[in-house]
């Protein structure tokens, strides 16, 4: 489809007298899809928390084409670190600044990481109510609005969102 519009577009830009350069496409890194993990997100939070305690506020993969974990924890002193830990290697390394900040989210941030290090159930408890409901792949948790967000892809090959109620621990899709 690409390769059309652009010859089509070519073609035009000739037509009209235009001048013609040319190019390859070949997809973003957005578009490229990270090799199946070696290492799943439990050992690679377990990993990230041993380096860096805390509360894990969200986990998920890099869309960058190599698909390191990247792990955001609330530490004790209230400030948020990421943690990227290699998918294939379990290497952890912790990310220096807080190039993830923006300002304009700060006071919700506060409130969201006060309700995540209360909530009676942690992401490793949300992850297995969420896969109780929905076996599979957790890709994805995130704590918002008193609530573990969960992407599961299914051992049936559908993908879920499961949210945990961070008080009872409840699962529903």
């Known amino acids: 489809m690409k390769r059309k519009i652009v010859i089509a577009t070519a073609v035009a830009a000739l037509m009209a007298g235009?001048?013609?350069?040319a190019f390859a496409a070949t997809g973003s890194d957005d578009d490229?899809?990270?090799?199946?993990?070696?290492?799943?997100?439990?050992?690679?939070t377990d990993a990230a928390?041993?380096?860096v305690p805390g509360t894990v506020e969200?986990?998920?993969?890099?869309?960058?084409?190599?698909?390191?974990?990247e792990i955001d924890i609330?530490?004790?002193?209230g400030t948020e670190r990421e943690?990227?830990?290699?998918?294939?290697?379990?290497s952890?390394?912790?990310?220096?600044?807080?190039d993830h900040a923006d300002r304009d989210d700060a006071g919700d941030d506060r409130d969201d990481a006060a309700a995540a290090a209360a909530a009676k159930t942690t992401s490793a408890q949300a992850q297995a109510a969420a896969l109780k409901l929905h076996p599979g792949t957790v890709t994805d948790v995130e704590f918002d609005d008193a609530r573990w967000e969960i992407d599961i892809k299914g051992n049936d090959g559908k993908w879920y969102d499961i949210d945990v109620d961070a008080t009872t621990g409840k699962a529903v899709s």
Do not use: F, H, M, Y
């Open 18 to 21: 235009g001048t013609l350069t």
């Open 58 to 69: 969200s986990a998920d993969r890099d869309d960058d084409g190599k698909g390191d974990w």
């Open 74 to 77: 609330r530490t004790s002193e």
């Open 83 to 90: 943690v990227r830990v290699d998918a294939q290697n379990g």
């Open 32 to 44: 490229r899809t990270p090799p199946a993990a070696k290492v799943t997100l439990t050992e690679a």
């Open 92 to 98: 952890v390394r912790v990310e220096t600044g807080d």
């Open 49 to 51: 928390l041993a380096k």
